[in-house]
């Protein structure tokens, strides 16, 4: 649920749609997917796949009306034991589609930081005269990364690095808001360092993109 007290301060896309009988806004949605996980250590994966692959259909009451699609792919992959070098690649996708409606700036799809790893969440896609992001109705995201262990350092510390490349998209809007250039399917990147800790509480990871 969705609820604005001023909505003059709010990109235009969200004031419409608050202003316009919906405000509050009220999302009912049911959710079902598969799961499918061969990944040999969920905290230091060496070997797996690991699949995902959801749906969400809204408008069992509410104001939302939408049927939305995202997958989940990764594989990992020894590529030397001697140096603990260990290969890692992923791939995403979604899309949501309006049923009998368009979709609405809250229900539209985003890519974050841990998939497109350099840039601000909800930081690339569809953007309005102003320059407010406001997601889109597809995504793809793509990562290479290879895992190593830090020379000089006891591995039974628990330290590694990792070197990545990321690519991401979003793309198209049933906003009347967004520019039409901004609606194309283009790609960003972004490579970066990682350093990996396996720590006695929880895996532990900062990444310079």
Excluded at 83 to 93: E, H, P, Y
Excluded at 102 to 116: I, K
Aim: zero cysteines; hydrophobic letters at 40%; glycine letters at 12%.
């Amino acid at each position: 649920e969705y609820t604005v007290t001023d909505a003059a301060l709010l990109p235009t896309a969200i004031d419409n749609e608050l202003t316009n009988g919906r405000n509050p806004y009220i999302r009912s949605a049911i959710n079902y997917g598969f799961v499918y996980n061969s990944i040999d250590d969920r905290n230091d994966p060496h070997e797996g796949i690991y699949v995902s692959v959801q749906q969400q259909v809204a408008g069992l009451g509410g104001d939302a009306k939408y049927i939305k699609s995202t997958a989940d792919a990764r594989y990992y992959y020894t590529l030397s034991e001697e140096a603990d070098l260990v290969g890692f690649l992923r791939a995403g996708a979604g899309n949501i589609t309006g049923l009998g409606q368009d979709v609405r700036v809250f229900d539209s799809l985003r890519l974050g930081p841990s998939r497109l790893r350099g840039f601000a969440n909800n930081g690339i896609g569809p953007v309005d005269a102003a320059g407010n992001h406001l997601g889109g109705k597809n995504y793809l995201n793509f990562t290479a990364e290879a895992q190593f262990a830090l020379p000089a350092i006891p591995r039974d510390l628990g330290f590694k690095g990792a070197v990545f490349a990321d690519a991401g998209t979003v793309f198209g809007s049933d906003l009347a808001d967004a520019t039409a250039a901004s609606t194309d399917m283009k790609f960003r990147t972004s490579a970066g360092l990682s350093l990996i800790w396996q720590s006695p509480f929880a895996p532990l990871r900062i990444d310079y993109a």
